[in-house]
């Protein structure tokens, strides 16, 4: 059983940054089965960024150099650095563990034209 909350969210002119977190309970396999991903109103949901087992990162091509995806692990928290914002970006954001086993409520960001 695991449990994921995501925050951070807010409004942000666009250019900005933001740094989004998902505290981790339970007990997940290795937060390396973690990503992010993210929803806009009528669009699909996408995977903006996850790890691999080993450990590398991939991005979507959309967030390629301006997001980051990182861990604490002392604090069992992922964490979606988000620079150089678009309203593109504009979405609610999720975290996911697990390969997709487990999902968070979102967070919203907005990125203001």
């Known amino acids: 059983q695991v449990r994921l909350v995501e925050s951070g969210g807010g409004l942000v002119q666009h250019g900005g940054s933001l740094r989004l977190s998902c505290t981790i309970s339970g007990s997940t396999s290795s937060f390396y089965t973690m990503g992010w991903s993210r929803q806009a109103p009528g669009k699909q949901r996408e995977l903006v960024a996850r790890f691999t087992i080993g450990g590398s990162t991939i991005y979507a091509d959309s967030v390629k150099g301006r997001f980051t995806i990182s861990t604490d692990n002392a604090k069992n928290t992922v964490y979606l650095q988000m620079t150089s914002l678009k309203p593109e970006d504009t979405a609610v954001y999720y975290c996911?563990?697990?390969?997709?086993?487990?999902w968070g409520q979102g967070t919203q960001v907005t990125v203001s034209s």
């Open positions: 996911s563990a697990d390969r997709g086993t487990w």
